[in-house]
């Protein structure tokens, strides 16, 4: 049987029963995606917007197998035409062949499958999802995070002002990476009303946008929501007094890494939910491990900025926050967040090789251009100084 469906039945939590008769009762013999819209102005169907991504599949009943024949060409860039896309799906060269056991092993809950550009990608792939057990995982004697939404825009409106009355609400647009406050509060909300809805709030801590796309400049954006505020549902916090403060802020630092945010970007297209950062490998390292030791700090420092963080700070590092604590000055804090990135790709036991891939999938952040090129040539040299 063949369909033409929306690309979410391949990675969307409501198609997941259908994904696990596919795999488990039969064979998905052909899957191919790509973006409705074509470099040079092409669509497939004109009433669909350019960026939606179509699923062409191909299934058999009843005669199981160890690979799915895929390949994703979501990139309009790389979209065949609709004149020429019978001779490319005819092209047996053009497809990967996905284990099965590394789609249930990506996403044992949901099966979703992520969007590889290549053979070695998916190897690449496997190699860092068999280095460390998933966030969903509950690992015995270790620490295991949970997540929590904030407030719905819709469901707890009556509750809000824009009058600056009370205590803010960021939203997931108000803040970039660690704290950065990139756009203004709109919305506020009287403390005794908010507590009721949130009890997360009198503490700093961090949380992912959930809102974003695997196109933009980055999609796994993690922050530090102040202390003494509230949070929008557009950003999914770590719950508090689940894991010690120290281990959320070696968690969120990977979480910020380009190699945890490469594997988000496989697996999403507009919004990050819970079940996508659950499916990302975590080592629960704890106090005493050089690479934690080495990352805490260091995120720290870009995160406590302001008093607004002093909980965190004093919590984390053993000492009363001061203005000197935090690092604000923009090239510094580029240059600690470039030695966070190197350390995590040498947590995750990346080769050189491996992470300039990684930073390959990022290519508004490190466009095909001289300028480009040479940003990504001096973070590979941060990781061949942070080496050993």
């Known amino acids: 049987m063949g369909f033409v469906v929306p690309s979410g039945i391949y990675s969307d939590l409501g198609t997941k029963e259908l994904r696990e008769m596919l795999l488990n009762e039969g064979r998905i013999e052909l899957l191919v995606s790509i973006t409705n819209g074509v470099a040079g102005g ?31 060409r979501i990139d309009p860039k790389t979209t065949p035409s609709p004149n020429s896309l019978l001779d490319f799906v005819s092209d047996s060269r053009n497809f990967l062949a996905i284990p099965v056991r590394l789609i249930e092993k990506l996403d044992p809950e949901n099966h979703a499958f992520f969007e590889f550009t290549s053979q070695e990608e998916s190897k690449l792939v496997d190699k860092l999802i068999s280095s460390a057990p998933s966030l969903g995982t509950i690992v015995d004697n270790a620490w295991n995070p949970d997540f929590v939404s904030g407030l719905h825009k819709t469901n707890h409106r009556n509750y809000f002002n824009q009058n600056q009355y009370g205590l803010p609400i960021y939203e997931g647009k108000n803040l970039a990476y660690f704290s950065e406050q990139i756009r203004p509060i709109e919305w ?56 010690s403060r120290d281990r959320e802020v070696f968690l969120a630092a990977c979480m910020s890494s380009y190699v945890l945010d490469f594997l988000i970007r496989l697996q999403t297209f507009t919004s990050v939910a819970i079940f996508n950062v659950k499916t990302l490998p975590v080592p629960r390292l704890t106090a005493g491990d050089r690479f934690f030791d080495a990352i805490v700090p260091r995120a720290a420092r870009l995160t406590c900025t302001s008093a607004a963080f002093a909980d965190l700070w004093q919590a984390v590092m053993g000492e009363v926050w001061t203005p000197a604590s935090g690092v604000s000055d923009a090239v510094a804090r580029q240059s600690i967040r470039d030695e966070l990135d190197a350390l995590v790709a040498h947590l995750y036991g990346l080769s050189r090789a491996d992470f300039a891939h990684i930073l390959a999938g990022f290519p508004l952040v490190f466009p095909d251009d001289a300028s480009g090129r040479a940003k990504k040539e001096a973070l590979l040299r941060v990781y061949d100084r942070m080496k050993g």
């Open 42 to 72: 092409e669509v497939y169907f004109p009433d669909v917007h350019r960026s939606y991504k179509i699923c062409m599949l191909i299934a058999q009943n009843g005669v199981a197998s160890d690979f799915v024949s895929a390949v994703y």
């Open 188 to 243: 506020w909300i009287v403390e005794a009303d908010g507590g009721q809805l949130q009890a997360d709030y009198p503490y700093s801590r961090f949380g992912f946008r959930r809102i974003a796309s695997s196109t933009n400049e980055r999609t796994l954006v993690v922050s530090c929501v102040p202390a003494m505020s509230f949070n929008m549902y557009t950003l999914t916090t770590i719950r508090q007094g689940v894991i």
